[in-house]
């Protein structure tokens, strides 16, 4: 007998097909409902969904406190909104939220629903419903070994390294919580990669009021969590970069491009970051601020760049000077954040030497 889910259950794992598929049939037109009470109510709904995605210490338990379907619905609109406002970070805040909502329920989901039997006699799960889904061979206490590689290949914790596994004839062994974290991944992958939405320009008109509300709120959030600039908190790329601009080198455009995004990201304003700009000789005012408002969303498209992570910075030669604080990080904004959020040790001082990758050929 197929497992089939109950209505609040595929209200804890939205993203599934059986979850959706009503939805779209009672809401045929986005359009025609954003513009009715009820429209309204679900577009308030999806906004306190990103609210609590951004938030940055999670207080409260993921519920359903509306009917599924309206929350359904909400999840739906959510990732419509962030597609909107497509800013890559909340994209990435919003699906890990999502796939952390999903785990929570899941965990939770043995108590909740004990085991369906089934006509053969064996059990079937809520799991293994969300595992076909998402198209992940994982079994009770195992997994084939190339699915697994590739699934905890952006997990940094050790135990998850394959030297570090039982691995029994092709298969790596896991236990119930594993089981869990890794499904949790699978689905913040795949949540992942379908945003950002392509989103009809008239359907993100009609959001625009609601999108600039999260832009705000969560640029707040980023500038609170992120406080003062510290420049001796930047990461060893980051503070190369700075020196190369003081010393009057030209830095190519990845360089310019990763530290505008950067100083962006960490919340210095325009004018601090054309300041910091002002610091290298052949100083141009208008094509600084011309750059910059470029990056930062304000200069006609509305795009905002994000800082890129450090695989990508290893890439155009821009990770320079590594330290050991590096080991532990992949991104210049967790760099940031850790080293802010521990007391500010100078480092023995070592002339550094311009990295040729900064400098414009
Ligand atoms: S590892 Fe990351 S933070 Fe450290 S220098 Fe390289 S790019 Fe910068």
């Not at 209200?11 to 059986?18: I, N, R």
């Not at 949790?184 to 009021?209: G, M, N, S, Y």
């Not at 320079?320 to 967790?334: A, F, G």
């Amino acid at each position: 007998m197929e497992f089939e889910p109950s209505g609040k259950e595929l209200s804890h794992f939205p993203f599934l097909k059986k979850a959706q598929d009503p939805i779209r049939a009672r809401f045929v037109s986005l359009g025609t409902l954003l513009g009715t009470s009820k429209g309204e109510a679900l577009v308030s709904l999806a906004v306190s969904r990103i609210q609590d995605a951004v938030t940055p210490k999670k207080t409260r338990v993921p519920e359903v406190s509306d009917t599924p379907e309206d929350e359904i619905a909400a999840y739906v609109l959510a990732r419509i909104i962030a597609s909107c406002v497509n800013d890559k970070q909340l994209i990435d805040r919003l699906t890990r939220y999502e796939a952390d909502r999903a785990y929570y329920f899941l965990v939770n989901e043995e108590e909740w629903n004990s085991s369906y039997v089934q006509e053969d006699g064996e059990y079937s799960r809520l799991w293994t419903t969300i595992a076909d889904e998402l198209g992940i061979r994982i079994a009770q206490d195992r997994m084939p070994v190339p699915d697994y590689v590739e699934l905890v290949a952006p997990l940094h914790d050790d135990r998850y390294r394959l030297v570090n596994r039982n691995v029994v004839r092709g298969f790596v062994t896991i236990n119930k919580n594993e089981r869990y974290e890794l499904l949790r991944e699978r689905i913040r992958v795949l949540l992942r990669r379908d945003l950002p939405h392509r989103v009809p320009k008239d359907i993100c008109e009609l959001l625009a009021p609601r999108a600039a509300e999260i832009k705000k709120a969560y640029q707040e959030q980023m500038l609170r969590q992120f406080g003062k600039v510290e420049e001796g908190a930047f990461p060893p790329c980051m503070q190369a970069l700075v020196s190369a601009l003081a010393a009057g080198i030209n830095l190519t455009h990845a360089g310019r491009f990763s530290l505008t995004a950067f100083l962006h990201n960490i919340g210095m304003d325009t004018t601090g970051i054309a300041e910091l700009y002002a610091r290298s000789p052949d100083f141009d005012i208008e094509k600084t601020m011309y750059q910059v408002e470029h990056i930062t969303g304000r200069g006609g498209s509305s795009t905002e760049y994000t800082t890129p992570a450090c695989a990508a910075m290893q890439t155009t030669g821009l990770c320079v000077h590594r330290d050991p604080l590096c080991e532990k990080i992949s991104h210049p904004l967790s760099y940031y954040k850790a080293k802010k959020s521990r007391p500010f040790k100078p480092a023995p001082t070592k002339p550094q030497v311009p990295d040729k990758n900064l400098k414009n050929s």
